[in-house]
């Protein structure tokens, strides 16, 4: 992977909320940035009270207060590359797709956190919207599982050529590219389901990525995961579809050796080597 061998390591700002737990959010991404060899910063969205078992609180940092976190790290720490998770409100995602629209923000990994693992939305009706037009068309990369994919397209998706397809919908939205993760597909047969499929589609090429299912619970934060990763990737000079591949293989990675903390849905392991 390319890297800078003179002078300081490329930045990365992760802009989403803290999980008390350690396992997903500012803390994954944080831990996922130093594994690739980037400086992590951080804008924390919100503060949640959560571990392996769930969320018991949040509470939402001020707009003004977020903003002012992003701006404190571009105006002295530059970013090559940023990523974006849990935004929570409106005015959230809009303040982050205003500093991504005045060029602070580039290459610009937006995972669109929409919906908790109990199924619960995470975000209601006008920052789903927010997201849809203000930030998705700053993005030179968005990575929804299959259920923010439904809720953003519009649309129930059930087979690798519907996952195309919305990968195609989401670039035609104005990202840049969209990777489509297969993780919540099942089929019922063992000898299927022990692989999944991610779509990506560059907006030139559709690209699929299959790899080994892990049958564990431990999965917790590995949409965070591999959003910074893939951020980390193009801030040292990946191009999105290897940086891609490279974030995929480090959550597969991660999942396999997962520390197997907590009573619940535990992390994945951030010690996981870098890929080559």
């Not at 400086?39 to 571990?51: C, D, E, L, P, Y």
């Amino acid at each position: 992977m390319p890297a800078s061998t003179n002078g300081p390591p490329p930045v990365a700002l992760t802009i989403a909320g803290s999980d008390s737990g350690g396992g997903a959010g500012i803390q994954a991404d944080l831990k996922t940035f130093h594994q690739f060899g980037v400086f992590g910063t951080s804008a924390i969205a919100a503060v949640t009270a959560q571990n392996t078992q769930g969320v018991t609180a949040v509470h939402m940092i001020p707009v003004d207060v977020l903003r002012a976190q992003i701006l404190a790290v571009t105006s002295d720490l530059p970013p090559a590359a940023v990523k974006t998770g849990m935004l929570g409100t409106a005015g959230h995602v809009q303040a982050v797709a205003d500093l991504a629209g005045a060029g602070l923000l580039p290459n610009l990994v937006v995972d669109p956190v929409m919906v908790a693992t109990s199924g619960d939305r995470l975000l209601d009706a006008g920052a789903e919207r927010a997201l849809c037009e203000r930030l998705i068309p700053r993005a030179t990369l968005v990575t929804p599982n299959l259920r923010e994919a439904e809720i953003l397209v519009g649309r129930a998706i059930e087979s690798d050529a519907d996952m195309e397809d919305s990968a195609r919908m989401l670039v035609d939205m104005g990202a840049a590219a969209a990777l489509v993760k297969g993780g919540h597909r099942q089929s019922g047969d063992p000898d299927i389901d022990d692989r999944m499929t991610d779509v990506l589609y560059d907006g030139a090429s559709v690209h699929r990525f299959e790899h080994i299912r892990h049958a564990t619970r431990h999965t917790h934060g590995t949409g965070c995961t591999l959003s910074a990763a893939a951020a980390a990737a193009l801030g040292r000079g990946l191009p999105v579809v290897e940086a891609t591949r490279v974030a995929i293989r480090f959550v597969t990675d991660a999942i396999g050796r997962a520390p197997g903390l907590g009573r619940g849905n535990g992390p994945i392991d951030h010690f996981t080597r870098m890929p080559e």
